[in-house]
């Protein structure tokens, strides 16, 4: 890879934007590159979380305007098929078997925004930044918008769409927009603690879990959910993974697939 830093370890796969020194800053290079890495950790048995960070200051400060304008000397069918290119990688990320968690520091602007709202978990820290700023530049948060209007709501998705103000970390957590919120110096940790989490639990669980949220989201509540989800688990409850997790309980001992944490 030239733009990203992969590690896969103790179950954990990390993915780190690498373009420092334009605050991480997305190219097609870049989004290639991760929805490669992302393809990978997905399909490794021995991976069970997905972790996405940056190097440097900023998280991901959004699109390399450079690679942005480049779109003035291409067809239309050429910009669309470009344009797919974030589309696929956040889709990748928001479906993924395994959990994916963003990792953010700094700002985490535009098409950044987007890639914290299509994964699972997000950690963030307190010097964090957020800005939905393309109407700045004459664009719009099209490919990010469906992720980031479910991440914030709908109503809060209006104002940030059309003012471009930066919101610091305090507001995201706020709105919801991030999970947890921790000093710069507990970064590390609280990522850590959570991936801990996931480790803990049952791999196809987990996957299982993400499709459910998916599955019931929205819908009414009636007979047909009743029934539906009851087949679920009776199937999910038959499986050699989940006698596992019930026989560790009963025999007090981890069960097979569990994992400890990373090291700090």
């Given at each position: ?38 393809r ?5 048995d ?29 067809t ?35 098409g ?10 997000s ?26 209007i ?18 610091d ?43 459910l ?8 509540i ?24 019930i ?18």
């Open positions: 890879y030239n733009t990203i830093e992969t590690a896969f370890t103790q179950g954990v796969a990390l993915v780190w934007l690498n373009r420092p020194k334009l605050r991480n800053a997305m190219n097609d290079v870049l989004i290639d590159e991760v929805t490669d890495a992302v990978r950790a997905i399909e490794d021995s991976v069970r979380a997905i972790v996405l960070c940056g190097r440097g200051s900023a998280f991901c400060a959004g699109a390399d305007l450079a690679w942005m304008a480049s779109g003035r000397t291409m239309p069918e050429q910009s669309l098929e470009d344009s797919r290119r974030l589309a696929r990688l956040l889709r990748l990320l928001h479906d993924s078997p395994k959990p994916t968690v963003a990792r953010v520091q700094g700002p985490a602007f535009a950044g925004m987007g890639l914290v709202a299509a994964c699972d978990i950690i963030a820290s307190t010097d964090a930044r957020f800005c939905l700023s393309e109407v700045k530049l004459g664009l719009i948060p099209a490919m990010i918008s469906p992720y980031v479910r991440a914030m709501g709908e109503q809060r998705a209006r104002r940030y769409f059309v003012t471009g103000e930066v919101f970390a305090a507001e995201a957590w706020r709105i919801g927009f991030v999970h947890e919120l921790v000093q710069p110096e507990d970064l590390d940790e609280a990522v850590n603690g959570i991936v801990g989490h996931l480790l803990a639990g049952g791999p196809k669980a987990l996957g299982e879990c993400k499709q949220v998916s599955d019931m989201a929205g819908r009414p009636d007979d047909a959910i009743g029934d539906e989800t009851a087949a679920r688990i009776a199937r999910v409850r038959a499986t050699d993974e989940a006698q596992e997790g026989a560790a309980f009963f025999e007090k001992r981890r069960p097979a697939w569990a994992q400890l944490p990373l090291d700090t």
